[in-house]
Nanobody, 123 residues
Framework: QVQLVESGGGSVQAGGSLRLSCAAA????????MGWFRQAPGKEREAVAR??????YYAASVKGRFTISLDNAKNTLYLQMNSLKPEDTAMYYCAARDRGSGCGTNEGRYNYWGQGTQVTVSS
């Protein structure tokens, strides 16, 4: 059974930093498609970043501020978030796709999801 467990969320002031972690169990993150999504109150869930065989994608709103990375030894996905803005406030989810199913930002194509971790950025 696949489990993805996020941690690292919290409350910070604008300009601050947070690092989100997503520990995977029952799933090997190496060479698989994994992503971070977020959902703000009243808004649809959106893709933030994804990583696959070393290739990364970032939403335009976070490019240059957020960095997605993997620690294969720890089987953990990270999202380093710098220069945080109030508009980054959302519930953040990590997600993973089955091997061989490609990689993109369509949330409907992700097979496994974590429970989410809240990020709140105050001005």
């Amino acid at each position: 059974q696949v489990q993805l467990v996020e941690s690292g969320g919290g409350s910070v002031q604008a300009g601050g930093s947070l690092r989100l972690s997503c520990a995977a169990a029952g799933y090997t993150i190496s060479n698989n498609c994994m992503g971070w999504f977020r959902q703000a109150p009243g808004k649809e869930r959106e893709a933030v970043a994804r990583i696959y065989t070393g290739s990364t994608y970032y939403a335009a709103s976070v490019k240059g501020r957020f960095t997605i990375s993997l620690d294969n030894a720890k089987n953990t996905l990270y999202l380093q978030m710098n220069s945080l803005k109030p508009e980054d406030t959302a519930m953040y989810y990590c997600a993973a796709r089955d091997r061989g199913s490609g990689c993109g930002t369509n949330e409907g194509r992700y097979n496994y999801w974590g429970q989410g971790t809240q990020v709140t950025v105050s001005s």
